[in-house]
């Protein structure tokens, strides 16, 4: 079946960084576009991140200039480095993306979600 896998997170202390993997398998050719989410407890849920079909990115203000996307087309892989990691950081990190199938349909799909706690 179609799916993301996420890996990467841990706790990490403050000014520390990390690396987060979004990677597709099953029945998905290409992954097209990505969005990265964070949820806090108590919290709503905020978009930290995006990156197009080709290697253009954007990034939530708290989090510009500390974090970059990049992608692996060979490995169906989107990558989310984290530098510079902040307490305000700790949550669970969603990549939810637009994925073209093998048969050239258009599928969204959600990893697993993967906790990072940021803390001394």
């Known amino acids: 079946q179609a799916q993301l896998v996420q890996s990467g997170g841990g706790l990490v202390q403050p000014g520390g960084s990390l690396r987060l993997s979004c990677a597709a398998s099953?029945?998905?050719?290409?992954?097209?576009?990505m969005d990265w989410y964070r949820q806090a407890p108590g919290k709503e849920r905020e978009l930290v991140a995006a990156i197009t079909s080709g290697t253009s990115t954007n990034y939530a203000d708290s989090v510009k200039g500390r974090f970059t996307l990049s992608r692996d087309n060979a490995k169906n892989t989107v990558y989310l480095q984290m530098n510079s990691l902040k307490p305000e950081d700790t949550a669970v990190y969603y990549c939810?993306?637009?994925?073209?199938?093998?048969?050239?349909?258009?599928?969204?799909?959600w990893g697993q979600g993967t906790q990072v706690t940021v803390s001394s």
């Open positions: 939810n993306a637009d994925c073209i199938t093998i048969t050239g349909s258009l599928q969204t799909l």
């Open positions: 099953g029945s998905i050719f290409r992954i097209n576009t």
